[in-house]
C-alpha cells in the first residue's frame, strides 16, 4: 500500500479511522489511570533517593538475576499477593515498580495501591528504558 492509497483509505474512511483512534486514545487513558502516571528512571532514582523508597523488580528470578538495579527487592509479579508483607516496612515510603518494558508493572502497582501502599508508582519503560540510559545494573 502506498502513502497516497492510505491517504484515500483515510479520506474515504474518516469515521472508522476517528473511532479507532478515540479506542486508542480511551485504551491508553484508562490503562494510566490504573496505575497513576508513570515515573521516568531519573524521577524513579531521585523519589527513592530524597524519600528513602525502594525499586520493586517484578520480573522472574532468572530475568533478575542477569542484571538489576542495585538493592532492588525482586518479587514476581505472580507471587506479589502472597509475599506483600515483605513489604511492609515500606508501606509509606516510595515503591518504584519494574518490569522489563514497564507493561506488567502496571498490575503491581494496582494490586500494591488495593493494599495500602498508596506511594507505589511504576517506572516508564522498565527495565528496557533503564539500560537505553546506561544506569547501572547489578547481578549480585
Not at 33 to 53: D, E, H, Y
Not at 96 to 121: E, P, Y
Amino acid at each position: 500500500m502506498s502513502f497516497s492509497q492510505f491517504l484515500i483509505f483515510v479520506s474515504e474512511q474518516w469515521l472508522l479511522v476517528f473511532a479507532l483512534l478515540l479506542s486508542l486514545n480511551l485504551l491508553l487513558f484508562t490503562e494510566s489511570r490504573k496505575a497513576g502516571p508513570a515515573l521516568s528512571p531519573q524521577q524513579a532514582i531521585n523519589l527513592t533517593n530524597k524519600s528513602g523508597g525502594i525499586f520493586l523488580d517484578v520480573r522472574d528470578s532468572k530475568e533478575f538475576k542477569r542484571a538489576h538495579i542495585s538493592e532492588a527487592i525482586n518479587i514476581p509479579s505472580a507471587n506479589l499477593p502472597g509475599r506483600m508483607g515483605e513489604l511492609e516496612a515500606y508501606k509509606n515510603k516510595p515503591v518504584i515498580v519494574v518490569c522489563r518494558m514497564g507493561s506488567s508493572a502496571s498490575a503491581a502497582v494496582k494490586q500494591l495501591r488495593a493494599n495500602g501502599f498508596d506511594n507505589a508508582h511504576r517506572m516508564a519503560g522498565g527495565m528496557m528504558s533503564w539500560d537505553e540510559q546506561r544506569l547501572p545494573v547489578t547481578n549480585k
